[in-house]
């Protein structure tokens, strides 16, 4: 059993930064990690994802080059760190774990999800 609970959302104007954490309790070190989405009326989608050491990572192609996704095992806490933000980034954004060996973009894929933490970007 993984408990998940995500910070740092908030309101940022277009070009800026923020950092998301997704505080883990179990056995967090045992977990691909990943980011997700869900704006208004859409669809979650895959953000980004990290393996259960950290080694590897997978992006979504509307984030790549601009997001960055690591972990602290010591510290049982993933990060989400936002570069260059745009309007269409303004989303909540959950952590999920997943047991599979591989990264994954299915949200079904993923056996334990946080509550979310909305990211608003003004143009």
């Known amino acids: 059993q993984v408990q998940l609970v995500e910070s740092g959302g908030g309101l940022v104007q277009a070009g800026g930064s923020l950092r998301l954490s997704c505080a883990a309790s179990?056995?967090?070190?045992?977990?691909?990690m990943g980011w997700f989405r869900q704006a208004p009326g859409k669809e979650r989608e895959f953000v980004a994802a990290?393996?259960?050491?950290?080694?590897?990572?997978y992006y979504a192609d509307s984030v790549k080059g601009r997001f960055t996704i690591s972990r602290d095992n010591a510290k049982n806490t993933v990060y989400l760190q936002m570069n260059s933000l745009n309007p269409e980034d303004t989303a909540v954004y959950y952590c999920?774990?997943?047991?599979?060996?591989?990264?994954?973009?299915?949200?079904?894929?993923?056996?334990?999800w946080g509550q979310g933490t909305q990211v608003a970007v003004s143009s």
């Open positions: 179990g056995r967090f070190s045992s977990y691909a």
């Open positions: 990290v393996s259960w050491s950290g080694s590897s990572t």
């Open positions: 999920a774990a997943s047991s599979l060996p591989t990264l994954v973009a299915g949200p079904r894929f993923y056996d334990y």
